[in-house]
C-alpha cells in the first residue's frame, strides 16, 4: 500500500483520514504542531492496525515547518490530505492581522507548496491523489477564512484540470467542502455552537467516507451530506449579494 501524509492529523477530520486509511492499510505520515499528541496518536494507529506511522510535528504557519513539511511530502507520499487549518472569533478588523496572514500560509501556501512536492512523484509513478480540505465556506463570502478556502477549491480544480491529460485519470486532486462537523474546531475558535440546529452537523467519519467515495470517482469538488449539497447547488444560482448577506449575518451569529 502507498503511504499518506496527512496534516492537522491529530485531532478532527486529520484523526478521521488517519484512522480510515490505517484500516485500509496505508502507511502514514502524520503532520501537527502538538509533538507529544502527535506521537500518541501515531503510536495508537501502529499498535491498532499494524501500519507504519511516521511522526513529523511541524508548525505550517512558519517557514521551518513548511519546509520541512516539504522535503518529506517529495518523498514516497501515494495520497496527501492537506487538512491543517483553523478559524478567527471575530470579524475582519477584529483579527490582527498576523493571525490573518498565519491563517493564509497555513491554508493556501502550505497547500500550494506541499501539492507541488508531492506530485511530481505522484506523476512519475502514474498514480496517487491530493485531497485539499476546504470547507462549505468557499462558497460564501466572509472574511479571511471563507476567502482562503475559496483559494483553495479553485486551486484544486485548475491543478485536476491540468493534470487530466497528462496522468490520464492516474493522479487526482480533490476538493473536499464540508459543512459543520463536531470536531475541535469551533471550541478552538471560540465559537458558540449551541444555536446550530442539529441536522446542520455532520459525523467526521462520514465526511472521510464521502470523501474517499467521491476521490474514486474522479469527483473534483466533493461535498458530503445531502443537506450541503442542497446549499452548493442554491449559492451557484443565488445573486451574490444576497450570499453575501447571509453568510455575514450567519457568521456573526456563531462568533
Known sequence: ??????????AGLGAAFARRLASDGFDLVLLARDAERLDRTAAGLRDGYGVRAEALPADLSTEEGL?????RARKDVGLLVN????????????????????MLKVHCEAVLRLTSAALPGMLERGRGAVVNVSSMAAFATRGT???SKAWVVSFSQGIAADLRQRSRGGVRVMALCPGFVRTEFHERAQMDMSGLPGFMWL?????????????RRGVQVSVPGA????????????????VARLSSTTGRRYD
Open 227 to 242: 443537506q450541503y449539497k442542497a446549499l452548493y447547488a442554491a449559492t451557484r444560482f443565488a445573486p451574490r449579494g444576497l
Open 203 to 215: 459525523d467526521k467519519d462520514d465526511v472521510v467516507d464521502a470523501a474517499l467515495r467521491d476521490l
Open 1 to 10: 500500500m502507498p503511504t499518506a501524509f496527512i496534516t492537522g492529523a491529530t
Open 67 to 71: 519546509a520541512a513539511a516539504e522535503e
Open 83 to 102: 487538512n491543517a487549518g483553523f478559524g478567527h472569533h471575530g470579524v475582519f478588523l477584529d483579527v490582527p492581522v498576523a493571525d490573518e496572514v498565519a
Open 145 to 147: 477564512y471563507g476567502a
